[in-house]
Structures are given as C-alpha cells and as structure tokens.
C-alpha cells in the first residue's frame, strides 16, 4: 500500500491481457483462459518508407522532424507528452509519442465484466496536485473518485487483522504496537537513538535504528511489500524513501528535520493553488469512475495523431547536424523520424537495450535493475462470507490489509476494491485484490493460475473470510514476470552513471524517465513527467540558440 492507502503499482510488463470471468468450483480445478481484448488500430499518419521484409528496398528516409519523441505510451510516457502540451508549447510545439504495443496505458489494466471492475496492474493513486492537474487537463474532472479517507487500513499480527493508526489521536491506543515498542519509536524520532552509519543504509537499517525493532516489523516491513513487493533489507532506505531519509540528514532527526521541513515551507510559501483542482479530505486514494484506464485513454484522445502505436523503436543514431533520428517498424512499413530530443519511458531493461549501441557504460548501469515478478488476483465472496468481527454497520469498510512475511501467510496484501471505489462489484458480492510474490516469493513465477488462487483463498480464509465459505468467484488473474523496479543500495548510484555516461559520451537531449527514475507509485510517475518536461524544455530553450 502505498503510504499504507494502496498496493503495488507496477511497471511495464507483458501485453495485458484481460482474465476470463470463471465461477469456481474448486480452485484447484479452475481452468483460466485469457480473452484479448478489442485491439486498437493504429493511427499513423507519417510517410511509409520501406517494408521491413522488402530487403531490396532503400533504407529509411525521414518522414518526420519534431521538436521531441517520448518513447513508451505507458503512463509515464503519455503525462511527459501532456505536460509538454499544456505548459511548454511554445518550445515542444511538436511532440511525438510511439509506443510498441497496439494500446496506450502500458500496465494499467482496468476490466469490466457482469458488474464487477477491477485492476490488474496499479489500483489507485493517492491525489496529490500533479496527479489532480493531469486529471482535470484531460478533461477527467468530473470522473474523479475519492476513498473514504476515515476508512481503516489493517495488518496482520498475532493472526488478527489489526487498524494503523490514521491520526495522531489514534497513536496511544492503537494495538499494533506494544507501549514499550512505542516509547522506542517516540525516543528514536526525536533523537535518543545511535548515529548515522556512514554508509548507504538498508530501509531496515534505517527503520530499526531510528524507530526500533517494531516500528519495523509491524508497519514498515508489510509496507515495503505493499509498494515495491520488495525485500527492506536490500531496498535503500535514500532511493525508495527519500522524504524521510531527508528528515534525518537535514534535521539530525526525524522530527527536527520535519520542523525544520515546516519552517522551510513558511518561509517560501508555494504559489497559489491552481483553482480548477478539487480538494481531497484527509489521506485517501483516487481513481476513476470507470477505472484508471481512463486516464492513459483521456490523454491518448487528446493527443491524437501525435500517439503512434505499433511503433517498435530497432535503432537510434546521432545525427550529422543535431538531434537524432529514431527508425521504427511498423505496420506499415520502416518509418525514420528526426527528432531535437529523446525521453525514454521505458522500462530500464528496454532502455538499456535501445541505447547500447550509443553507450555501453550508460546501458550496464540500466541492466542491473531489477524488476521482481508479482501476480494479481481479483476474486469475490459474497458480503455473508466475511467474517462478523470485520464489518463495521454490516459492511466490510476499509482500504484493505498488508501482511508481514513473518506471519505465515504468503499473500503480501489485499485491497477492499468494492469498498474503495463505488459500482465495483454487484451488490451483495465483495470484490477482493491481492498481490502475491515479490522479490522475496519469486517462485510465483512457476506456479499456475489455479496455484495462485488457492494460495490467495487459503490465506484469506485465516483472517477475513469465513473457513466454510464456498469457493470463490475468480475474475482474474495476472502474473506480471517483471513487475516493480527495486530501489536497492546502489540504485541512485547506477542511476547516476547511465545519465552521466549518456552526456559524456555527447548524447545531450537523451533523457531517461519512467518509474524506475522518479518512482514506482503511478503519482510518483505523474510529478516525474512534469519534471521531465521540465527538462525538456529547458533543454530546448537551449537547443533555439545554438
């Protein structure tokens, strides 16, 4: 859950395909078949040059000359294209976004089927003012749909499903905690714990020092596997979380540095907040009415003709003069397109790939990340079939639940879809996401569909779902091979090489981006596009008066 409101937000993976809707009645006999869903044709508008099977036909020439080509049409890719598009057109007046597959979204996966809608790749987002922007700059204003921000979030202790504090009042009361586990965590965070290391710490390290062994374990261990399925004894507690690690290095501790944070914030106040942005309550999450999807697709129609799908990028070359030029099989034949800059969106491991012939040391780099697989699986139960101690009015209420490694079950987390987002599921049924595997369960890879569903029902029935409840109802189930980029010790090192070693080597205007560089949550990707249009621009600015 990210900042414990909602679960893993994955990156690019396979080509989704949505899972057939199969009322079960044994999940270890469920046979899952997947139906593609309606391809989009792609829209290409640009001259054909030569077909990539025609080996006597002449090599590419160029069809296009724009200002800047975002490669990935996921949603990293797309928010680049429309941050470009809505505050530096004066010097991205042409932009061009191409993307391999025959859909635009990259892993945000939304289906609908007999009533129920789910996601099969990120589920929410938390509404800060990038995502709003992007959301009201693609006409989504009025699609917009908030969680309950009062709604619970719980983890798994001691075999009992317990409530995470939400507000400062709930901190002496809450039983997730033991009191002496949080006179260490009160000490640690004003300063009474032993000093930096010196070295790049570990989320563990960091945890364990600053807050103590508790602190760890019950809320930032299940919280690392709710947002990056991750392993916090390797994950960097600098790169994965940043804010925090910054408190501490700015302030000598973690209150100092958010005072210090405050009295910054004071001085140099932000300006005014753009009025057309709706105004979330409390710490809640944010999606759309008919899914995220409509997001990716918002933009995409927007865009228009600018949003070449079925565009597989084979090489890219500097130019003689400046710039670069992209060649592309497509469709339609091989296609060249000339182009001042570059943001790649991509996962690293593509990126490092399509680069290599320009840079070696900048390709290395991004080939040591490493994306762990997860699996989503989507099932409902009837309302009846949860347990009588989780409902609260009669109703299963609340955001969901992470589970520490440490707990016996194997399912890092479940989100309470139907009571997140209203028009879920129909009524009387709970619709119900988990996320199972993770860089610490990778032998999910080799289990089948039905293997993961009866893993996901078994560990449910521990804790929320009655044990003589039925079986479910499975609507989906995704298995993402390489899912989140892990921020490990090292990242922002190995980060920092591949773009040094891209300006070194001369490949200025060569921008990487994507949420193994800003973030793996989908808002993280969000505020990181507008900084890479940011960059964009500036780079461009510079590029006129050469």
């Not at 994950?235 to 958010?258: C, H, R």
């Not at 479940?414 to 996320?435: C, E, I």
């Not at 090192?493 to 193994?516: H, R």
């Amino acid at each position: 859950m990210a900042a414990l409101t909602d679960l893993s937000l994955f990156s690019s993976g396979p080509p989704p395909f949505p899972a057939k809707t199969t009322p079960s009645t044994s999940p270890k006999t469920l046979d899952l078949s997947f139906l593609r869903r309606n391809r989009l044709r792609p829209r290409c508008s640009v001259a054909i040059v030569s077909s990539p099977s025609d080996m006597a036909a002449p090599p590419p020439t160029e069809a296009a000359s724009v200002d800047c080509v975002v490669v990935g049409g996921g949603i990293s890719g797309l928010c680049v294209a429309q941050a470009l598009a809505t505050r530096h057109a004066d010097l991205a007046a042409e932009v061009l976004v191409t993307e391999a597959r025959d859909r635009v979204g990259g892993n945000i996966t939304t289906v609908e089927r007999d009533g129920y809608l789910w996601e099969e790749g990120p589920n929410s987002f938390q509404p800060s003012d990038p995502v709003l922007s992007m959301a009201v700059d693609s006409g989504l204003k009025d699609d917009l749909v908030l969680g309950d921000p009062n709604a619970p979030r719980f983890v798994l202790w001691d075999g009992k499903l317990r409530p995470v504090p939400a507000k400062p009042t709930d901190l002496p009361v809450f039983d997730l905690m033991s009191i002496v586990g949080k006179l260490r965590a009160g000490l640690g965070a004003i300063g009474i714990r032993p000093p930096p290391p010196g070295h790049e710490e570990s989320v563990e390290e960091f945890v364990r020092r600053n807050l103590g062994d508790e602190v760890f374990e019950r809320l930032i261990e299940p919280f690392c596997s709710g947002v990056y399925a991750g392993d916090p004894t390797k994950l960097s507690m600098k790169a994965a979380f940043g804010k925090v690690w910054k408190l501490e290095q700015n302030g000598g501790s973690i209150i100092d540095g958010t005072i210090k944070a405050i009295q910054e914030r004071n001085k140099n106040p932000k300006p005014p907040r753009d009025p057309r942005l709706p105004t979330p309550k409390g710490q809640t999450v944010g999606s759309f009415r008919k899914g995220l999807t409509m997001l990716p697709d918002a933009i995409s129609t927007r865009l228009g003709s600018k949003v070449k799908l079925s565009w597989k990028l084979s090489s890219i070359k500097k130019s003689d003069s400046q710039g670069y030029i992209l060649t592309y099989e497509t469709p339609e034949g091989l296609i060249s397109v000339k182009t001042k800059c570059i943001v790649m969106t991509t996962p690293s491991y593509v990126a490092s790939s399509l680069i290599r012939p320009l840079s070696n040391d900048a390709a290395d780099a991004l080939s040591k990340f490493y994306y762990p697989p997860v699996a989503a699986v989507t099932v409902s139960y009837p309302k009846e079939a949860i347990r009588t101690e989780h409902l609260i009015d009669g109703e299963l209420k609340g955001f969901g639940q992470l589970h520490p490694r440490s707990q016996g079950v194997e399912t890092l987390g479940t989100l309470y879809s139907s009571s997140l987002f209203p028009n879920r599921a129909p009524p009387g049924r709970v619709l119900l996401l988990n996320y199972i595997g993770g860089a610490m369960n990778t032998g999910i890879i080799n289990k089948t569909e039905s293997d993961l569903v009866v893993s996901v029902d078994q560990d449910l029935r521990k804790m929320l779902i009655k044990p003589t409840t039925k079986d479910p109802l499975v609507l989906g189930v995704r298995v993402w091979p390489q899912a989140i980029p892990q921020f490990l010790i090292g990242h922002l090192d190995l980060l920092e090489t591949a773009k040094a070693s891209l300006q070194s080597s001369g490949f200025e205007g060569l921008f990487l981006g994507g949420n193994y560089v800003a973030g793996v949550a989908l808002g993280r990707c969000v505020e990181g596009a507008y900084e890479s249009a940011a960059e964009v621009s500036d780079f461009l600015a510079k590029y006129a008066y050469k």
